[in-house]
């Protein structure tokens, strides 16, 4: 067996998972490779979801009664646990959403009713990059098509980072919002915050920082970003699906307005008029993701008794590993960085010209799951000039074992279609 | 082996020596893409009168489309419009059968080269990939037609 130095003891690891435990087609062990898509979820959070509707299921915020209160302490205990994983100034800071989409859907909302001086009109530029997720473009291209603000990007290198060669005529004084992604989910590239933050800031532009592949793997602190909005997602972070986060600088949420309204985010309502309840329940609507909320309250739990330091160290030895094993591979293109610095433990590939959904049905008849096709990033596809990706991503409980799994699965795919 | 049962020789061998690829003259051109994967194809159809004189492609994809495309040319080119419908329809049952149909004489006479795509049908993520072809033929030839308001170009 390959040991490698950093590497978690995923032995243990993976007897938190019931899941990995799972044998696919007549008797192949399920080697899961789909962590950027979503993560396998632990005992830890799967208990404390059972626990949570067996024992303490009610609405929240407006009961007298014990469930009511024992679900409010549980939901609000779990902002205080998020608070906390990221390094927030205060817990009124954490909003919660269904996913990290409708978190930057939210900022768009938000800047596109603001007043001054935050708001985006034909006047102003936003500005995102090549790299994004589709919920990070889209969002911005309804802004731009809604307001009449023009929408920039900053396009790609060849090595799969963000060309930040002409940064000062991208983000200008017109420049009102600058939005990028943390961790690439299609290249694993870990983008340079600082230098981006920085000229935002000379500026005077707000800074959205996607971090849906950076929460899961590494120390999220949003002070140290220094952006303005951060989002993320709870299930690609052993969290359930339904719950994602969107932080945002007190001030901000204060006096940004709301989106949606409902009950949950008010303070009274009349006919005529109603006033708001502050952040983050002003950008709560309606009976939020109760379980789901305290179900990302035990994965971070869980991921803070690993330690996400480690879980980084162990990720980085591995993607070392994973891209030097598949640079071995005859035909194999890396899309993306191919050196393990600066990038995080999502690989993606091209096999001679063998299409990546064929090599997806091929590597699934071996028990290995990886995603095919172009990941929601379908303008990093057009600029590379491929239709298409297979990609691979690991997390905590990824072995070395499972990386030359992939790499054999790999010869067969080749053969198969040799 | 299950993956035999999708991978047939027969559509390999479409995948690797696709039949009337290329886009060539037509009365109607239409573009269809699968949003869940990124599967392309251009594709135009040309009638004289109710039989199908040719019908052209270019996309890219897996082997699934496009060896699925080089079958439809094969087996479409030449047939009165009334046939490949018939035709068509028969693919697709066959591809909604999810894996349960039992594919007959009667069918197989029917489909030809087509009754391979058979074992597809048990792979709900490859059904559309097989049949992004035959939706755009059929799309394609409506606008020939006349029969929607896309005009000759989608």
């Known amino acids: 067996m390959t040991r490698l130095p950093g590497l978690l003891d995923t032995e243990a690891i993976r007897k938190d998972f019931p899941i990995l435990d799972r044998v696919v087609h007549d008797g192949q062990r399920l080697v899961y490779l789909d962590n950027a898509a979503t993560s396998q979820k632990p005992r830890q959070v799967l208990d404390v979801l059972n626990d949570y509707y067996e024992r303490s299921n009610a609405n929240v915020h407006r009961g007298v009664h014990v469930l009511a209160e024992e679900a409010t302490a549980l939901y609000e205990g779990a902002r205080d646990k998020v608070a906390a994983f990221i390094n927030a100034p205060s817990r009124d800071e954490v909003i919660f959403t269904k996913n990290a989409s409708e978190s930057l859907n939210l900022v768009a909302n938000m800047l596109g009713w603001a007043d001054e001086p935050y708001r985006v009109d034909q006047d102003t530029e936003i500005v995102i990059t090549e790299m994004e997720h589709h919920s990070n473009i889209v969002p911005w291209q309804l802004l731009s098509q809604r307001t009449g603000a023009k929408l920039k990007w900053f396009g790609l290198t060849e090595d799969g980072r963000l060309d930040l060669s002409e940064i000062e005529q991208t983000i200008t004084e017109k420049t009102k919002v600058v939005s990028f992604v943390l961790v690439s989910n299609i290249l694993g590239t870990v983008n340079p915050v600082e230098a981006i933050v920085r000229r935002a800031q000379d500026v ?49 949420l204060e006096d940004l307005p709301p989106f949606l309204g409902g009950g949950e985010m008010i303070e009274t309502v009349s006919m005529h008029s109603s006033t708001y309840a502050p952040a ?79 090599v997806g049905q091929v590597l699934d008849e ?47 795919v080749r053969n198969f279609f040799g | 082996m299950k993956l035999d049962s999708m991978y047939q020789d027969v559509i390999l061998d479409h995948y690797k020596n696709p039949h009337g690829r290329g886009l060539r003259n037509g009365d109607a051109e239409v573009h269809h893409v699968n949003p869940t994967c990124g599967d392309e194809i251009t594709l135009r159809v040309r009638l004289d009168g109710d039989t199908i004189e040719d019908v052209s492609y270019e996309g890219q994809g897996c082997s699934i489309s496009q060896a699925s495309a080089s079958v439809l040319n094969e087996l479409l080119v030449g047939k009165e419009l009334a046939e490949a419908h018939r035709i068509q329809e028969t693919f697709l049952e066959l591809m909604q059968s999810k894996g349960k149909a039992e594919p007959d004489d009667a069918m197989e006479e029917v489909l030809e080269d087509a009754i391979a795509f058979a074992g597809v049908s048990k792979y709900p993520a490859r059904v559309k990939c097989a049949l992004l072809s035959w939706m755009a033929w059929k799309d394609a030839t409506s606008q020939a037609l006349g029969e929607t308001a896309g005009g000759k170009t989608a």
């Open chain 1, 204 to 252: 005077g532009a707000l800074v959205v920082i996607d971090a849906s592949q950076a929460a899961p793997h590494m120390l999220l602190d949003v002070q140290a970003l220094q952006a303005d909005f951060v989002a993320f997602t709870g299930h690609k972070m052993c969290g359930p699906t339904g719950i994602g986060v969107l932080w945002g600088r007190q001030e901000l």
């Open chain 1, 280 to 358: 983050p329940h002003k950008f709560e609507a309606g009976t939020p993701p109760i379980a789901q909320a305290v179900g990302l309250g035990a994965a971070v739990d869980y991921l803070t008794s690993i330690g996400m330091d480690n879980i980084t160290r162990h990720e980085h030895a591995l993607t070392h590993y994973a891209v030097g094993r598949l640079l071995e591979v005859p035909d194999l293109r890396i899309i993306g960085p191919t050196t393990a610095e600066e990038r995080g433990a999502t690989i993606s590939f091209t096999l001679g010209d063998i299409h990546p959904h064929d």
């Open chain 1, 366 to 412: 071996q028990g290995i799951a990886v995603r095919v096709g172009h990941h929601c990033a379908r303008p990093v596809c057009l600029r590379y000039g491929i239709p298409a990706t297979t990609r691979a991503s690991f997390y905590l409980y990824s072995t070395p074992a499972e990386v030359d799994a992939l790499v054999e699965g790999l010869e067969h």
